[in-house]
């Protein structure tokens, strides 16, 4: 007996849906691009309870016949490709005809269409695959397509779905990421009656600016480099401006965003050495490709693509990304002189591609104000004589004259009553300097039994987190009244999360109203607070805050001490005086749990004595 049966279409349909449509925001997508397949100029998209109960894109494209209106909704049925030799050249983002039939097996949709040229429109209701009507309509030309309770007839998916801050966060991401590289469109986003987003046309860095907040006209800086296998264009963020959350790495290829860890490590590295470890260099990078270079139907989705020539994509972007940064002397001990332009040759297939060498300044450390290393700007050349001499210059202390001995002095440093218990003792015969600084961020200092080593970061980290609970729990931060309160300013997604913590942020000393659109009105600062750029740090700490809802365990307020903390800690390369050092040791073990970081991290390790002549043996 025969068993094998075609499945039904709405059957297919729902499995295509589960590979396509995967939340509310994967629909708002597909519909968002086909409006800009149509040629639109204004795409409205509205929804309700982040898209569970309704999603509707509206746009002023070239609408559709009363006949396409209907098959539409057909799996495999595009207007936009004819035959396989099309999928080598394609320029529109859908192409598989995989969408309206998706979102119309799992959902009630209602869509409404006119041509320009025809007098009336058609409006067809469609649910779960079952076309209910189709009938003609006055309606404005274009498309507005209503999406009604997603996976209504797929209780499991529906379930599945996260609350609705969760699913609007990612609805906001496609809502970015299409609307992004369309400069050149209207956009705008509502939800549940408030309007989240509305941008107009214009360049691609007012487009950047209108999404993510006004801080980011400074921030930019433009990457442009034309060649044969890739023209690349786009924007680096500044980086003293990186970010310890992973969120604004934006890749598009062709106009179509997509994810490459490989090409990001190409950015990465070209920042390397110019960001703090563990934080992420943003960038919106647009990437130009001859279409049969490309292969974007790899995946269903089409974030995952894979490029004809990954190596020499990853050099030329690497060189420009180093380029720029260097241009706008934000590197300052980079030497373009000597490759001012960066021609890439013809590459013939099959040919190795050699990758453009950019030369950079080895002495050059970015964290070390008070580098001795050579004048920023001048090109590094050293004979191997001077390479020598350079070595020598790692034992500075080499001639100096021996310190003399000065009687133990202990007990004033660790007072009995606040050292945590594992450190119950006492310095030993400090030999002049009690405390050592090394490699910009390690404190070292000897026990009785050993050596410690403590992460001048991690150890303030420790401190500032300590007082700053105590002090929310006290209501005793006091705040300094600024002579000019300043506006900062948010992107829309943000604003919403720093107005929820905002009385939080004020009891840790800051005096700040929300004067709404974004915008938040600084009146005081913390009294410690010092001259820190506080649009800069509050942006800071909300990444860090968003960071410590994902990764730290806690309440909202520990989560905001914590990353208040980590701003606010000495960063590594910031030189401290011996006093500054005791102070700190002092704080440190003054804490309730000196040990570890408020996230976890150690703050200082021991080494014994016995280790280390166990290491000598
Ligand atoms: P694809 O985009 O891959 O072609 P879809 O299922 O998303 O597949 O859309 C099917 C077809 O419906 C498109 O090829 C297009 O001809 C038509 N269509 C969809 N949305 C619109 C719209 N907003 N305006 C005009 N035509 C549209
Ligand atoms: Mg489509």
Not at 9 to 16: P, T
Not at 39 to 58: F, H, M, N, P, R
Not at 223 to 235: A, P, Q
Request: net charge negative.
């Amino acid at each position: 007996m025969d068993i094998i049966r075609l499945l039904p279409d709405m059957v297919a349909n729902q499995i295509a849906a589960g590979e396509v449509i995967q939340r509310p925001a994967s629909a708002v997508k597909e519909l968002m691009e086909n409006a800009i397949d149509a040629g639109a100029t204004e795409i409205v998209v509205v929804i309700k309870d982040a898209g569970k109960t309704l999603i509707q894109v509206t746009d002023n494209g070239c609408g559709m016949s009363e006949a396409d209106a209907r098959l539409c909704f057909e799996r495999h049925a595009t207007s936009k490709i004819r035959e396989a030799q099309d999928l080598y050249s394609i320029r529109t983002m859908g192409f598989r005809g995989e969408a309206l039939a998706s979102i119309a097996s799992i959902a009630q949709v209602e869509l409404k269409t006119r041509r320009r040229e025809d007098e009336v429109g058609n409006l067809v209701l469609i649910e779960g695959s079952v076309i209910k009507s189709q009938e003609p309509c006055p309606c404005d030309y274009g498309t507005s397509i209503l999406v009604k309770n997603v996976f209504f007839n797929v209780p499991a998916r529906r379930n599945f779905l996260k609350a609705d801050s969760t699913e609007l966060s990612y609805i906001i991401e496609e809502f970015q990421r299409v609307a992004l590289v369309h400069p050149e469109i209207s956009f705008s986003l509502h939800s549940n009656g408030k309007q989240l987003f509305k941008v107009s046309q214009g360049t691609s860095r007012q487009r950047i600016v209108a999404l993510f907040g006004n801080p980011y006209t400074e921030r930019l800086v433009q990457v442009e480099t034309e060649s044969n296998i890739v023209n690349i264009s786009g924007f680096i963020v500044k980086p003293e401006f990186a970010k310890r959350t992973r969120g604004e790495q934006y890749f598009f290829a062709n106009q179509r965003f997509i994810k490459h860890p490989y090409l990001h490590h190409a950015v990465a590295n070209a920042f390397q050495d110019l960001i703090p470890e563990n934080t992420f260099p943003s960038y919106f990078i647009f990437l130009d490709v001859d279409p049969k270079t490309i292969d974007i139907n790899i995946h269903p989705t089409k974030t995952e693509v894979k490029f004809e020539d990954e190596r020499s994509l990853y050099a030329i972007l690497r060189s420009s990304v180093k380029q720029a940064l260097g241009k706008f002397s934000l590197t300052p001990s980079l030497d373009f002189d000597i490759e001012r332009s960066m021609d890439f040759p013809e590459i013939r297939p099959g040919e190795a591609v050699k990758v453009p060498q950019v030369k950079t300044n080895p002495y050059f450390n970015p964290f070390d104000k008070e580098s001795s290393g050579p004048l920023p700007g001048k090109p590094v050349r050293m004979s191997p004589q001077q390479g020598l001499e350079q070595w020598s210059k790692l034992y500075p202390q080499e001639e100096k004259a021996v310190p003399e001995l000065t009687p133990v002095q202990n007990d004033e440093l660790f007072p009995q009553t606040t050292i945590h218990s594992s450190l119950d003792e006492v310095p030993a015969e400090p030999a002049g300097s009690k405390y050592f600084q090394v490699n910009g961020r390690y404190i070292l200092t000897q026990l009785k039994t050993g050596l410690m080593v403590i992460h001048q970061q991690f150890a303030h980290e420790r401190v500032l987190y300590e007082r700053n609970l105590q002090q929310q729990r006290a209501g005793s931060s006091n705040s300094q009244q600024l002579l000019f309160p300043q506006t900062i300013t948010f992107s829309p997604a943000d604003a919403g999360l720093f107005a929820s913590i905002l009385s939080d942020v004020c009891a840790s000393g800051f005096d700040i109203a929300d004067i709404g659109g974004g915008s938040f009105i600084v009146n005081g600062v913390p009294a410690d607070f010092g001259d820190n750029p506080t649009q800069v740090i509050l942006e800071q700490v909300l990444e860090s805050y968003k960071d410590n809802l994902q990764h730290m365990n806690g309440n909202n307020r520990n989560r905001l001490a914590a990353a208040f903390a980590r701003q606010m800690a000495v960063k590594p390369g910031k030189y401290l005086s011996e006093e500054e050092m005791r102070f700190l040791v002092e704080l440190l073990f003054a804490c309730s749990s000196p040990d570890k970081t408020p996230d976890g991290k150690k703050t200082f390790h021991i080494i014994s004595y016995e280790e280390l002549s166990r290491t000598f043996k």
